[in-house]
């Protein structure tokens, strides 16, 4: 049986109520829009030194190197060409698993090894690197695939799922005894880069897609910058996959 709420509880929302209906008041008498209101709440947490609470900070999961290799291990014995393409390139891009399932050919750059990623999250554009030496095996599949829109298409020629992809990468995992969601390798491939690139996080943001940095990281996705391409090669370049 749901619990009443205290009394103190419903005063307390009654009371908040009741402060909006006054804040909306004065919004509407002085005319503010839409900016003028974020300007006017925003100088009112200045002044009144409102912050949010901090929360915690929970550690991304990754895989050991040893679980790592044994994953892909698994992988490869599957022989499914497409699958062992698709879960690599989780890896070597760092894209979220939605990100995956929505890229189409000719957002494929093999020449520069960039994918283009369209809408991400926050319905944002940005390009994301991969590998020179797992361009190949992506010209090779691209090849072998003349008529597909989506660079991974189910057998009815429609883009995978994400519950699709997730199905997938948690039957490889319980075959190869870790415990692995599509998310797990772009922690894994963030952690490696982090460790090994000599990235700044300006840097890795571009690639990654946080959400800092917005307004400069625009300009900045369009067109990465030949250093920092050649360090995400330098650092990608050992993995054995």
């Known amino acids: 049986m749901a619990k009443k709420p205290s009394n103190g509880a419903s005063q307390n929302g009654k009371a908040k109520s009741k402060l909006v209906s006054q804040i909306a008041r004065i919004v509407r008498k002085a005319g503010l829009d839409y900016d003028g209101w974020r300007y006017v709440s925003r100088r009112v947490r200045q002044e009144c030194e ?8 929970k550690l991304p999961k990754v895989l050991t190197s040893v679980e790592f290799k ?3 291990q698994i992988v490869d014995q599957s022989d499914d060409a497409q699958h062992s393409l698709m879960l690599r390139l989780l890896f070597f891009s760092a894209i979220r698993v939605s990100e995956l ?10 020449a520069d090894c960039k994918i283009r990623i369209n809408q991400g999250k926050g319905s944002k554009d940005r390009y994301v690197l991969f590998g020179k030496r797992f361009a190949t095996a992506l010209r090779t599949h691209i090849a072998n695939n003349k008529h597909n829109r989506w660079l991974f298409q189910t057998r009815r020629a429609t883009k995978y799922s994400t519950r699709r992809v997730q199905q997938i ?5 319980e075959e190869a005894g870790v415990q692995a969601t599509p998310h797990t390798f772009r922690h894994q491939a963030i952690t490696w880069l982090t460790r090994h690139s000599g990235m700044a996080d300006a840097e ?8 800092r940095r917005e307004t400069l990281a ?3 996705h369009i067109a990465l910058d030949g250093e920092l391409e050649d360090k995400y090669h330098d ?3 050992d993995i054995e996959l």
């Open 50 to 57: 409102l912050k949010p609470a901090q929360k915690g900070r």
């Open 70 to 72: 044994r994953f892909y």
């Open 101 to 110: 399932c929505n890229i189409e050919v000719k957002d494929v750059d093999l």
């Open 169 to 173: 990468v948690k039957k490889y995992a």
């Open 204 to 211: 890795l943001q571009l690639i990654t897609g946080h959400a």
């Open 218 to 220: 625009v300009y900045q």
């Open 235 to 237: 650092a990608m370049k």
